[in-house]
């Protein structure tokens, strides 16, 4: 069973920054991991895409960040690790929410990938 694990998140004054990791275990193997991203859910509003990387590291494509975050955050990955990381500058108490990994990953060469999130991690953004 494959697991992803988030971390870095907290509490953060306005205008700081914050890196958040997710790292992608299994007992098992994986064999190819695609697609990698990180979505947010803040209270009482529906989850929404933060940002998006391909399995190669391309996020030059529309649609790669959230409107409310372009110029501020940017996600990277270290496929060696299995890990992809979101750097959040110039946080905004609007950025406020609980941030959850996600990624398409195939544990063998014969299966589809399937899509994983983590449990998410909790960013506060408040004076």
């Known amino acids: 069973q494959v697991q992803l694990v988030e971390s870095g998140g907290g509490l953060v004054q306005p205008g700081g920054s914050l890196r958040l990791s997710c790292v992608a275990t299994t007992s098992g193997y994986i064999f190819r991991i695609n697609d990698m991203a990180w979505y947010r859910q803040a209270p009482g509003k529906q989850r929404e895409l933060v940002a998006r990387i391909t399995g190669a590291g391309n996020t030059n494509y529309a649609g790669s960040y959230g409107d409310s975050v372009k110029g501020r955050f940017t996600i990277s990955r270290d496929n060696a690790k299995n890990t992809v990381y979101l750097q959040m500058n110039s946080l905004k108490p609007e950025d406020t929410a609980v941030y959850y990994c996600?990624?398409?990953?195939?544990?063998?060469?014969?299966?589809?990938?399937?899509?994983?999130w983590g449990t998410g991690t909790l960013v506060t953004v408040s004076s």
């Open positions: 996600n990624a398409d990953i195939a544990t063998t060469p014969d299966l589809y990938a399937l899509a994983y």
